[in-house]
């Protein structure tokens, strides 16, 4: 598991365009390379989320259908990210503006505000998924694998409770109401929490979609499909996000 404290959103983008746009909207960008990825730039978003953008990164070959060589949890892909601000609209605004995604799905609270909401931009279920919170902002939830089939994120339950590590499987397995996906929710050592993912929906006719709303009477099926209760810990606690410029945390 990953366990860099460091938590940073990457997004591919076009070659030379993304500075471009970026000064253009009087956003501060840090050019960087880090393992892979040559040439890169930093920004944050207005609650203080820091974004990498890079256009291409080091080949290190398809595995996807090597089944023989896949260990574990068996993960195919990066499926979204869950992170946690103070102004939802704010940062959803920014998003949508700057980098085109829209929202397929959104959570009412008891006073009828939005308090989550669901973006894509490839036309999935989600890539990214912001909630609002009072306390301890800006935050990072989760980070979330695709994984082939309901059948390996049992494997994942198996597999913890092989090595005795039952306390390690925080939620599920289950499905959500929302984004309609099997999951199970796993912390590490370093209480990072990971999600593994299958099965969620695919948006292909985008112009046409009308976001999902869940009302706050719905929260319980909304985000366990069958009703299960959801433990306490996924819903008050979270990691910090450190500031890439002093290497403090922020706002906690």
Known sequence: FNTNPEKRVAIITGEGKAKEMLKSKG???????????????????????????????????????????????????????NYMVKDLIEEYEFLNEVFGFYETEEFRDERGERSVIWLTKSGTSHEIAIARSERNVPGFHHET????????????????????????????????????????????????????????YVILDPDKWKPVVWSYEQMRYRSDFWGRPIPESWLREWQPVEDHKTGKIKGW
């Open 27 to 81: 956003i501060d960008i840090y050019n960087i390379k880090e393992r892979g990825v040559d040439d890169a730039v930093l920004l944050e978003t207005p609650n203080g989320i820091p974004f990498i953008l890079y256009y291409d990164m080091e080949y290190v070959d398809d595995v996807r259908m090597k089944f023989y060589m896949h260990r574990g949890a068996r993960p195919v892909r990066l499926a979204h990210v």
């Open 145 to 200: 694998y695709y994984v082939h089939d309901v059948v390996d994120i049992i494997r994942v339950a198996d597999i913890l409770a092989s090595a005795g590590l039952w306390d390690n499987i925080e939620r599920g397995p289950g499905r959500h109401g929302a984004t309609e996906g099997y999951y199970i929710y796993v912390r590490d050592f370093d209480k990072n929490r990971i999600e593994f993912f299958s099965q969620d």
